[in-house]
């Protein structure tokens, strides 16, 4: 098991987590957020924690943020470490909202994963085709494009890929290949492999429990061994990556990664990386595990 830790810069820190909160640097703000993982003490003393401008009550009866006269929008931070690395000219940029699920339009421990999939995308030999499943605001579609892929960008969430439209503008890829997708992500996979489609690398961030807007269920343990059979069929002779991530489902990592080599018994099945994705906290000899993932 391999533990993967964000490789974000200062936009975004990990200030302190402890008594069910984490808080977070985004940018021009510091957000206070509920996180069930922060059983743990606190670090930093009180008066940090003040400096919030953005706070997420979880109360029972009347969830939802409270701001201070200090809060700035628009919102927007950049991840450079494409840039830095000369795989792109420009950082890739998202603009972070309140969602009334606390959720900002980004989950920065998935910048694990970015760096990784971007340099095998810019070192491959031909333009590769990529897929993003259950793709959210676009940070791993955009990195991905920024690197020289074509992608398919996948969400049930029209609100979601309207987002990540947004974040392409503000990054200078309006003139990148990428199709935007609004729907279920097992129709459309299912229809891709009837029009012969292969793509050479996917990325699948699958729901715990998800409904699109048409009101369709998506239950990981009864629709996940169907959905990987399927890439499985969309997937090259001759991939890049397949990256498969978890969330807030009780599992061992273990239990990704023997579903990616259930389906996947190819020369590269051996050399599959599993762990949790994490963040490391400024200034501190602690992290905070955020989800668990299965790659190679």
Not at 1 to 14: C, E, H, S, V
Not at 183 to 205: A, L, N, P, Q, S
Not at 239 to 262: A, E, H
Request: proline letters at 4%; aromatic letters at 12%.
């Amino acid at each position: 098991m391999k533990i993967l830790t964000a490789n974000f810069d200062d936009q975004y820190q990990l200030i302190d987590s402890g008594n069910g909160y984490k808080l977070e640097h985004f940018g021009n703000n510091i957000v206070a957020r509920p996180d069930t993982n922060c059983v743990w003490k606190r670090q930093k003393p009180e008066t940090e924690w003040l400096k919030a401008n953005a706070i997420f009550k979880a109360s029972f009866s009347n969830p939802g943020w409270e701001f201070k006269n200090s809060f700035k929008e628009p919102w927007i931070i950049s991840y450079n470490k494409l840039k830095t690395e000369g795989i792109c000219k420009n950082p890739i940029k998202i603009q972070l909202r309140a969602t009334i699920s606390k959720n900002l339009g980004i989950f920065p421990e998935q910048s694990a994963h970015w760096l990784w999939f971007s340099k095998l995308i810019a070192g491959a030999k031909q333009q590769p085709n990529v897929l993003n499943l259950f793709a959210y605001t676009g940070a791993a579609t955009l990195c991905a494009a920024a690197a020289g892929a074509k992608v398919c960008h996948v969400d049930a969430a029209k609100s979601a890929v309207t987002w990540a439209n947004k974040n392409q503008e503000m990054s200078g890829l309006q003139d990148a290949p990428i199709r935007w997708i609004v729907d279920d992500c097992t129709k459309f996979v299912m229809r891709e492999i009837k029009r012969g489609v292969k793509y050479d690398g996917i990325i699948m961030d699958p729901p715990a429990f998800g409904r699109d807007q048409k009101g369709k269920v998506f239950e990981f343990e009864k629709q996940i061994c169907n959905l990987l059979e399927l890439c499985k069929q969309l997937l090259s002779s001759e991939p890049l990556f397949f990256i498969f991530n978890g969330y807030s489902m009780g599992y061992s990592s273990t239990v990704l990664k023997n579903l990616v080599q259930d389906y996947f018994k190819t020369q590269k099945s051996n050399r599959i990386e599993f762990g949790e994705l994490q963040i490391s906290e400024i200034g501190q000899d602690r992290n905070l595990p955020c989800s668990l993932y299965a790659r190679f």
